[in-house]
């Protein structure tokens, strides 16, 4: 007689759990990767835009012009013949403790006598004044002589797009001082460290070129030196700002003496 036997079935799932577990884990492992991508991803932008911020603020900060001197200069025919006022004022100029280089074609400076205002930019500048998207706003006759380019400041108008411009009112002309290894230019004023600037700004009254003087200093200005708008008579009040491509701006305040008496040349600031 046979033994009756009796199959049972088990319902094994252990392995389907095991499958489970690993589709979990490897989403697991894809989440954090796409995470840790798009954290990498992010920090390198922050550090780049960090180390950018960063660069801007240090220029910022330490691109500064220190005006060191200011002397007036009165126009005249004679040592006993001359102007009743300021006609052209002369800033010595040279770079803070730690600054960058500065490019004096993009400096502004502005100046004024409580009275008129005059925004004026370098004279080899060629795109301030110019023309929609033209490169023709350098002062006229612009040169690379110092000498020459200064009297034509006090001298003439330059011509843009059929727009006069007084010279003496729109811009000034700098000179080298100092300049060691030679990297400062007519062309390419760019100042850097060591290097002192000798900045010119015509303050010519409309007196002075009425009176048709013959020199500012050692410039000749047969007929005049060209009206600027500035008055500079004693007791005036002046401010003149220097605004740098970046960096802080630099002030220099001072009042014009009671008496300019026989000087030609006044020592003004500091």
């Known amino acids: 007689m046979k033994a009756n036997r009796i199959f049972n079935m088990r319902n094994n799932t252990s392995a389907q759990v095991g499958i489970g577990t690993l589709i979990i884990f490897i989403a697991m492992v894809l989440v954090a990767a796409v995470a840790a991508a798009v954290l990498i991803q992010t920090s390198g932008t922050l550090q780049q835009k960090a180390q950018s911020t960063g660069k801007q603020a240090t220029q910022e900060v330490s691109s500064n012009l220190m005006v060191k001197s200011i002397e007036g200069v009165r126009a005249k025919n ?37 009275t008129t205002a005059n925004n004026l930019v370098y004279a080899g500048n060629a795109k301030s004044y110019a023309s929609t998207g033209a490169s023709n706003g350098s002062m006229g006759y612009f040169s690379n002589s110092a000498a020459g380019n200064l009297q034509t400041l006090l001298l003439n108008t330059t011509s843009i797009k059929s727009v006069a411009y007084s010279n003496p009112s729109h811009y000034f002309t700098v000179d080298r001082v100092r300049d060691e290894d030679s990297s400062f230019s007519q062309s390419n004023p760019v100042m850097n460290t060591g290097d002192m600037i000798l900045l010119c700004i015509s303050t010519a009254s409309a007196s002075a070129d009425a009176a048709n003087y013959a020199n500012v200093g050692t410039t000749a200005t047969s007929g005049g030196p060209k009206d600027s708008g500035l008055n500079l008579v004693p007791r005036t009040m002046v401010n003149i700002i220097l605004t740098p491509e970046s960096g802080v701006s630099t002030n220099a305040d001072f009042v014009t003496p009671s008496s300019y008496g026989v000087k030609e040349t006044v020592q003004l600031y500091p």
């Open 78 to 114: 004679t040592a006993t013949a001359m102007s009743a006022t300021i006609d052209l004022l002369k800033l010595k100029v040279a770079l803070n403790v730690g600054s960058s280089p500065v490019d004096v074609n993009q400096v502004v400076v502005s100046i004024t006598d409580g």
